[in-house]
């Protein structure tokens, strides 16, 4: 057993694999274990940062400030065939812009309260951008006189006599059905002699602003009273809304389901989304909850986004998706009346250039072109926290014009949804709130999970060197034993064959000494 006892030069070499294969086993196990531990920090992380907390950093003040730079690009419908049209020709319109502004959006009065809701007014201004634009603010078009068409249809149910009246005092205050304005007076409002004279003899019948004009209520102004859950103790609530001024559900609307308040502000919504998930979210201005469905998979500057869309059902009558029937009365899908919350002005919300509606719309009309990638709305959202990364927005405003029999100015306009115009609402992620996005919710978890892996793979690989070098030393032993053993072999052989030579040599010179001395 001597024999086989390694020399002192041997003992590094069994030495160093067995250091590897512990330094192997032991990158495999931490590995392994980053594999289970990797996704609850990433979970945690993600908690961390997306909750409405003060504390919890940037994404607080990202919440309350909403520094990433929104613009409204709005195209308004001008009327080429005004007077045509009163003789109860096809409208002929043409789209004018886009006429862009840089929309400013700031939270205030931020209440947190004890049930983990917190509650917000969020204030919005626009501002002009020209050099974005193509035209001028005072650019004039002719457009649809609303103040005269919409009244026309709001009063068509009441007596002859009503509607002789309302006719004379449009003769007196040189009110026609088209008007020629600038863009700056059709976006955010103009002065109406008889618009004065209507409140002043029927109080209530418009809205109190002084100015009349189809975005008169969106600059320096805000949506109502936010309470959302701030998701400190519920992050699958973080966003959701609690409710809006107050409400659950509005009473515009023809059932509780279409009335209800679902969904986020719009802002932002839960983490860890996934594609059977809905994002809905409800809209002071369209006066409904909506929602966008999954659509793709893609990615946004290296950040993994999920794809939603304004689905099929979105603005489609009670006959083609019975959900919406509480909408009604409706016209063909594609298309949503909302004069219930407008004053009853017969005002009706669309995709740009009826994307997505029956035909009948845009057969209707000469002029609209709909088109999947100019008039489809979409947001990309990194499903993991739910911030949107690129958003884009786009609502048509409609409104519903025809002759009523006893106000003459409605001469003999044929019964059509006319565009007034669509806007986008767009912005996307940039600059260092995108820097530190990236680097504290996708860069961090995304080097974690890649340890994890590269841990895994150099203990395998230490492990397997250790084999290696052990099955490799251990031939080397073999080797010096047998050439240890047959070395001896050779000796003994030799010191054999010697003895039996002068045991030849001695038996010869005693038989010759013995035949001499006879």
Known sequence: SSDLAPGPSMAPRDRAPVALAVLGFALVALGTTLVFLVPSLIREQVEKNIRIDPSSGFAYEMWRDLPVPFHMSVYIFEVLNSKEIGAGE??????????????????????FHANKTVSFMEYRSFHFVA?????????????????????????????????WILSGALITFNEEPFMNRTVKEIMWGYEDPFMDFLRTFVPGMLPSKHKLGLFAD?????????????????????????????????????????NMINGTAGQMWPPFLKTSSNLEFYSPDACRSMTLVYQQSGEFRGIPT??????????????????????????????????????????????????????????????????????????????????????????????????????????????????????????????????????TLVL????????????????????????????RN????????????????????????????????????????????L
């Open 131 to 163: 050099e974005r634009s193509s035209g001028s603010e005072e650019d004039y078009l002719i457009v649809p006189n609303i103040l005269v068409l919409g009244l026309s249809n709001m009063m068509e149910n009441l007596p002859l006599p009503v509607r």
């Open 444 to 471: 961090v978890p995304m080097i974690l999970e890649y340890i994890q892996y590269i841990l895994i793979i150099m203990g395998v690989f230490l492990v397997v060197i250790s084999l290696c070098l052990f099955i």
């Open 306 to 439: 999920f794809r939603f869309t304004a689905p099929d059902f979105l603005f489609a009558n009670g006959s083609d998706y019975p959900p919406n029937e509480g909408f009604c009365p409706c016209l063909e899908s594609g298309v949503q009346n909302i004069s219930a919350c407008k004053f009853n002005v017969p005002v009706f919300l669309s995709l740009p250039h009826f994307y997505n509606a029956d035909p009948v719309f845009t057969q209707a009309v000469n002029g609209v072109s709909p088109s999947e990638s100019l008039h489809s709305m979409f947001l990309d959202l990194h499903p993991v926290t739910g911030i949107p990364m690129n958003v884009s927005i786009k609502l048509q405003m409609n409104m519903y014009i025809k002759a009523v029999n006893g106000i003459s100015q409605t001469g003999k306009i044929k019964p059509v949804v006319l565009p007034l115009l669509w806007f986008t609402e767009s912005g996307y992620i940039d600059g260092p709130v995108f820097d530190t996005y990236y680097t």
């Open 218 to 258: 969106f600059n320096n102004s805000n949506t109502g009273v936010f309470t959302v859950f701030t998701g400190t103790d519920d992050i699958s609530l973080v966003q959701t809304l609690d409710n809006w001024n107050g409400l659950r559900e509005v009473n515009y609307w023809r059932n509780a389901q279409c």
């Open 474 to 517: 251990k031939g080397k032993r073999l080797l010096f034993w047998r050439s240890n053993k047959n070395s001896k072999q050779s000796k003994q052989s030799k010191a054999d064959a010697l003895t039996y030579t002068e045991k030849l040599m001695a038996e010869a010179i005693g038989t010759v000494l013995q035949e001499a001395r």
């Open 90 to 111: 096809k409208p002929n319109i043409v789209q004018r812009g886009p006429y862009v502004y840089r929309e400013y959006k700031q939270k205030t009065n931020i209440t």
